[in-house]
């Protein structure tokens, strides 16, 4: 499985931002897809999960702020983040795995993309 994140950038609070994930060499339908998040010095975290049945979940810090979808005609995993705030400031990985896995925080995932930078001022 290959992941490839783009979209990240520096805005100002309250803005907003769109990342995106480029999947390949993966099932569609067996794989759990998500995003999780490290800023300097802090913990990686949990940021949203799309389950194999289309299922979200997402981390208490951005309900009702952050939206998890996917494109399955051009294999595109999307995190629409409204709202910013400059605890948001991180590196945001898309990360993916099996569904046996999926049960597990999405920092856990076997397979991860290199990372995109979100800047929040």
């Known amino acids: 499985v290959q992941l490839v994140e783009s979209g990240g950038g520096s805005v100002q609070a309250g803005g907003s931002l769109t990342l995106s994930c480029a999947a390949s060499n993966y099932i569609k339908h067996r794989y759990c897809m998500a995003w999780f998040r490290q800023a300097p010095g802090k913990e990686r975290e949990g940021v949203a999960v799309?389950?194999?049945?289309?299922?979200?979940l997402y981390a208490d810090s951005v309900k009702g702020r952050f939206s998890i979808s996917e494109d399955n005609v051009n294999d595109t995993l999307y995190l629409q983040m409204n709202n910013l705030k400059p605890d948001d400031t991180a590196m945001y990985y898309c990360?993916?795995?099996?569904?046996?896995?999926?049960?597990?925080?999405?920092?856990?995932?076997?397979?991860r993309g290199q990372g995109t930078q979100v800047t929040v001022s």
């Open positions: 799309l389950g194999v049945a289309g299922d979200t």
């Open positions: 990360a993916a795995d099996r569904a046996w896995a999926c049960s597990g925080p999405p920092q856990t995932y076997n397979f």
